[in-house]
Nanobody
Framework: QVQLVESGGGLVQAGGSLRLSCVASGRTFSDYTLAWFRQAPGKEREFLAALNWIHSTWYADVVKGRFTISRDNAKNTVFLQMNSLKPEDTAVYYC??????????????????WGQGTQVTVSS
């Protein structure tokens, strides 16, 4: 089992930045691909970004160039740096994990472990 705990959400004005963190525990952190998803009210949970243990990354087009995913294996932590935030970025943001390093996993069903989510609200 892997436990994931997100933090760093909050209220920010449009154009601002936030950095989300997700601390993992329970298994060897570096064996897992880590990802960020988000879910807005009334919408499906959508993939944002992911990276594997060798730091290969892939992003959804909607956040490419604005969001950056990174990880610190020594601290069992994955980050999501979010810049140039827009009101449409308002959602609950979730950290997710899957075993292995295969590239390109983007669907919710490909990730076995999930955090509880952290709210991000972007005001206009």
């Amino acid at each position: 089992q892997v436990q994931l705990v997100e933090s760093g959400g909050g209220l920010v004005q449009a154009g601002g930045s936030l950095r989300l963190s997700c601390v993992a525990s329970g298994r060897t952190f570096s064996d897992y691909t880590l990802a960020w998803f988000r879910q807005a009210p009334g919408k499906e949970r959508e993939f944002l970004a992911a990276l594997n243990w060798i730091h290969s990354t892939w992003y959804a087009d909607v956040v490419k160039g604005r969001f950056t995913i990174s990880r610190d294996n020594a601290k069992n932590t994955v980050f999501l740096q979010m810049n140039s935030l827009k009101p449409e970025d308002t959602a609950v943001y979730y950290c997710a994990a899957r075993f292995g390093s295969a590239l390109g996993a983007r669907s919710r069903g490909q990730y076995q472990y999930w955090g509880q989510g952290t709210q991000v609200t972007v005001s206009s």
